[in-house]
């Protein structure tokens, strides 16, 4: 079945950085577009970046600049490196699929910025 194992949040200050990884298990990884969802407290649960299975990417105007989405198809890994975070950027990360959110959702990882 499939698995998202998401990892590497935290507490970090306000322009700070944190790198956030998704190991993918029980799915053609290499052939799938993925992506990268975020939920604050009290707000609904958004796709803020995605990368297709051949390394194009896109990013919500919040992130754009900031965060870069990459892949490891090797290690069947998404990443999200998040720089210049901003208190606004607290909630929790979580990763699916690139187009639709289909997959089973993982128990995401917390990040959290302090002004």
């Known amino acids: 079945q499939v698995q998202l194992v998401e990892s590497g949040g935290g507490l970090v200050q306000a322009g700070g950085s944190l790198r956030l990884s998704c190991a993918a298990s029980g799915m053609d990884f290499r052939r799938s577009a993925m992506g990268w969802y975020r939920q604050a407290p009290g707000a609904r649960r958004d796709r803020i970046a995605s990368?297709?299975?051949?390394?194009?990417?896109n990013y919500a105007d919040s992130v754009k600049g900031r965060f870069t989405i990459s892949r490891d198809n090797a290690k069947n890994t998404v990443y999200l490196q998040m720089n210049s975070l901003k208190p606004e950027d607290t909630a929790v990360y979580y990763c699916?699929?690139?187009?639709?959110?289909?997959?089973?959702w993982g128990q995401g990882t917390q990040v959290t910025v302090s002004s």
């Open positions: 990368i297709t299975s051949g390394g194009s990417t």
């Open positions: 699916n699929g690139g187009v639709l959110a289909s997959l089973p």
